[in-house]
């Protein structure tokens, strides 16, 4: 059993990148909503064009600088896991997140 852990492991660890992507993408389409809510809320004191501008740069800047950050932290993260706890928790991430979206009534 062990070799085929291994395994799956080895080719989890090839696409960490891409796990870490899918978490984290994931992730803010589920709340990115809640996001732009606060931030509208904490923002409607401004007039339209601040207020806008200030969108566009959220949108723009901030979500891409979170989300190369988060991926960035969470690839370096599952990295320095051992095979099974890593299958674990590569597993359970993606279970969580479709129990969330069920939750939110994405899916």
Request: some cysteine; hydrophobic content about 55%; charged content about 15%.
């Amino acid at each position: 059993m062990m070799p085929y852990i291994h395994q799956f492991a080895s080719f989890l660890r090839v696409h960490l990148t891409s796990i870490s992507v899918g978490l984290v993408a994931t992730l803010l389409i589920l709340y990115g909503s809640y996001i732009n809510d606060y931030f509208k809320r904490i923002t409607k004191s401004l007039p339209f064009v601040v207020r806008f501008a200030l969108f566009v740069v959220l949108c723009s800047v901030g979500y891409a600088f979170a989300s190369s950050q988060l991926v960035r932290l969470l690839r370096l993260g599952l990295r320095q896991l051992s095979d099974f706890p890593l299958i674990c928790v590569v597993i359970g991430s993606f279970v969580l997140l479709a129990f969330l979206a069920k939750r939110e009534k994405d899916i």
